[in-house]
């Protein structure tokens, strides 16, 4: 065993560790930092009993306090349905449109509806609500069958060419590839590509015309501007559900394709299809 080395500037003993000439001095801690150090260790002590701790072979020990975090996140979650009660409560007995005109029910709407819109719909939407081909974009100002927030609940509730629903919107058009010509088709496609941009045979333009006008008026009407009443599409914009360029136009007129949308009425319930078609209207392409 050593004898003790003490350190001759300082007079305080070292502990032993000496590296590259340097020893370790042996000072005692600061007394603060000891009674801190006992007053943790009590206040551990305390804190396991105060509070469920110490784990066991099925449970845990409670604590005195009887405090449960889960109790806790519990009674959260019961305050805040308790708060939104009223909203949804408001929301049952008015109509879309009286939700739309007030504020504080419409700012309550627009969340729960994008909720829910994230659950059901983001799948065939997208999440930006921005569609795909073959499924609209809702951001937008063309709607088939309207974009009033009444309209737009009459669509979530019932679908389209939903079979199973009576109510649903239902619209179809022909496949006119059974009805006129394959020129038939070439023209009346040139003269629907005309209405919105530029076509490749400019001289198929006018037959187009005559052929639309035989075919095409009593649905999209005679300036082609579409028919909401029968979901007809306005075809002189530049917003297509199936492409814009000639081939798919065509492809569309000589045996169209015929989307279908769930009727989510029976599916959400009404308050919830409410709050939903809240939210589309909100985003700025409604009526």
């Not at 405090?67 to 519990?74: A, G, L, P, Q, T």
Request: aromatic share 8%; proline share 4%; charged share 20%.
């Amino acid at each position: 065993m050593s004898d003790e080395h003490i350190d001759k500037i300082s007079g305080v003993s070292t502990t032993g560790h000496e590296w590259d000439g340097i020893r370790e001095l042996n000072n005692p801690l600061p007394r603060w930092w000891v009674v801190t150090f006992y007053i943790t260790i009590v206040w551990a002590i305390g804190y396991t009993i105060a509070y469920p701790a110490w784990p066991m072979l099925t449970s845990a020990t409670k604590g005195v306090l009887g405090y449960s975090s889960r109790n806790e996140v519990k009674n959260e979650l019961a305050a805040a349905e308790v708060a939104k009660g009223k909203y949804v409560t408001a929301i049952e007995s008015k109509t879309v449109s009286e939700v739309v005109g007030d504020d504080a029910l419409r700012e309550f709407a627009v969340a729960a509806g994008g909720a829910a819109f994230k659950i059901n719909c983001v799948q065939c939407h997208g999440s930006d609500t921005q569609g795909s081909n073959g499924f609209p974009n809702l951001n937008d100002d063309d709607w088939l069958w309207g974009g009033t927030a009444e309209q737009i609940q009459q669509t979530i509730t019932h679908g389209i060419r939903f079979a199973s629903d009576p109510d649903t919107r239902l619209s179809e058009m022909p496949a006119f590839g059974d009805i006129i010509t394959p020129d038939q088709i070439a023209q009346v496609t040139a003269y629907i590509a005309s209405l919105s941009g530029k076509v490749q045979t400019a001289s198929l333009i006018e037959p187009g015309a005559k052929v639309f006008a035989e075919n095409c008026v009593a649905c999209h009407g005679d300036s082609a501007k579409g028919n909401k009443e029968l979901g007809a599409p306005d075809l002189t914009d530049a917003i297509w559900l199936y492409r814009s360029d000639e081939a798919a136009i065509a492809a569309q007129i000589r045996a169209p394709k015929q989307g279908v949308m769930p009727a989510w009425g029976g599916r959400l319930g009404e308050t919830k299809v409410k709050e939903l078609a809240v939210y589309i209207h909100s985003l700025g392409g409604g009526e």
